[in-house]
């Protein structure tokens, strides 16, 4: 027992001195960032360059994360579908209350509320990755210049409320069509700061607005697959309303 115990202590002692040589490399402090008049302009540039104004024509998003989570959005009424494993939650975006099936058998009580919020914060992480550009002004958020190495511009932005991991900041850097390459972030689950990820494989919806499917960095990447628009639901396969939030 002591022995197992003296191995397992030594084992976790190796990891947390790897995890502390990996952030030590990689962790940059967070740049300041100049709020103001530039940086509203880079905003609106950036936001001009995906189509912000189909973007927000868009009536129902399908698409899944790294093959595990699958989302159906309507964006009109703020209420997604989202299956993962066995479960299927139906979410109220605004209130974050809805329904939860198991199986395909209604699930309720702790139960239900449980898969909720494991549904919210599916959400909340996995849209992030698959429409991060056009929050740039959501409630909350913080826009800033920042100053590069090479001389050009990024976007700072900050949110300071919202969804799961309020505070978190990304710093876009952007191509010269000012389409974004990839970011640097400072949010709480990652211990190195500065961590960057790429936004590429960008496709135009039929609405014209660009999304990235693809990110990727040193250690892992992330695939946004079967991503399509539509306009009813019968786009998506169903004859009738699948985001009833009623049993």
């Known amino acids: 027992m002591r022995k197992g115990l003296k191995y397992f202590l030594g084992a976790l002692a190796g990891l947390l001195l790897v995890l502390g040589i990996v952030t030590a490399y990689y962790h940059e402090d967070r740049p300041k960032g100049v709020e103001g008049k530039e940086a509203e302009a880079l905003t609106d540039e950036v936001l001009a360059a995906l189509n912000n104004k189909g973007w927000e024509k868009v009536k129902l998003l399908q698409w899944n994360f790294r093959g595990k989570h699958y989302f159906l959005w309507d964006k009109t009424k703020n209420v997604a579908l989202i299956r993962w494993d066995n479960h299927e939650v139906i979410l109220d975006l605004s209130t974050v209350q809805g329904r939860a099936k198991t199986d395909g058998k209604e699930v309720e009580g702790s139960d239900k509320d449980n898969l909720v ?9 996995d849209s992030f ?3 991060a550009p056009f929050k740039l002004r959501d409630p909350g958020t913080k826009r800033s210049i920042v100053t590069l190495e090479d001389g050009s511009k990024g976007l700072m932005i900050t949110y300071e409320g919202g969804g799961v991991t309020p505070g978190d900041s990304y710093l876009w850097l952007l ?8 970011y640097k972030m400072w949010v709480k689950i990652i211990p190195a700061g500065g961590t960057y990820m790429s936004w590429e494989n960008w496709v135009t919806l039929p609405s014209g607005a660009k999304v990235a499917t693809y990110h990727k960095n040193d250690l892992f990447d992330l695939k946004m697959e079967e991503v399509k628009e539509g306009t009813s639901y019968k786009d998506f396969g169903y004859d009738q309303d699948p985001f009833s939030l009623k049993p």
């Open 117 to 125: 919020q494991k549904a919210w914060a599916y959400w909340c992480n």
């Open 129 to 131: 990755w698959m429409f």
């Open 175 to 182: 191509g010269p069509d000012k389409i974004p390459t990839g």
